[in-house]
């Protein structure tokens, strides 16, 4: 007959059973290379965030593309076009400065200042030189509002319309004004603050 062997009992705590579960994965190196990306992307998000782009509508935006190339210079970075020949969406830039535009949309409340009788709002562009680009925007068809002048504030400016119905307000810096040398140049008529 065998002999029974008697074990000793461990002083060690029993071991858990656990489910061995797969290692998770991270592929570090992938991560890293992700994060300046997504750094990068988020930083150009925010500062694009914190500009006012101009979105006109415009009754006959292709035709408003033509013209705002010929007048201004525009130079056009995107459009998109429904099959109908509609203008959607488009993106241009004027001496660097974006615009947005596209055709009347009336389903979406979008309309351009000719259905609505006139617009309320004024885009207002900084140019290298604004006699240079008010003749050739008057050539291709702008009409004056206001004259080309040296302001009080230290601008040459003056205000057009386009064939569209938006007015323009197209300016070059001459010099920095002071508050101070601002409200004298205006005689008095407005406080500067």
Request: hydrophobic share 40%; aromatic share 6%; charged share 30%.
């Amino acid at each position: 007959m065998a002999k029974k062997t008697t074990r000793k009992k461990s002083t060690r705590p029993a071991k858990k059973k656990t489910t061995k579960r797969a290692p998770a994965r991270r592929p570090a190196k992938r991560r890293a290379a992700a994060k300046p990306k997504a750094r990068a992307a988020a930083e150009a998000a925010a500062e694009q965030a914190a500009a006012i782009t101009a979105y006109l509508c415009c009754k006959g935006a292709a035709a408003a593309l033509d013209f705002y190339r010929q007048a201004f210079g525009a130079v056009e970075t995107m459009r998109l076009t429904g099959p109908d020949g509609s203008i959607g969406h488009a993106q241009i830039e004027i001496e660097g400065a974006p615009l947005m535009l596209s055709d009347e949309w009336p389903e979406g409340g979008v309309f351009s200042p000719q259905t609505l009788g006139g617009s309320a709002v004024t885009v207002h562009l900084l140019v290298d030189d604004v006699d240079e680009f008010a003749r050739r925007a008057i050539e291709a068809g702008a009409t004056v509002q206001r004259e080309v002048q040296d302001e009080p504030y230290g601008h040459r400016a003056g205000t057009l319309r386009d064939p569209f119905g938006h007015r323009w307000m197209v300016a070059t810096p001459l010099r920095d004004v002071s508050k101070e040398e601002m409200e004298r140049n205006f005689g008095g008529s407005y406080k500067v603050t």
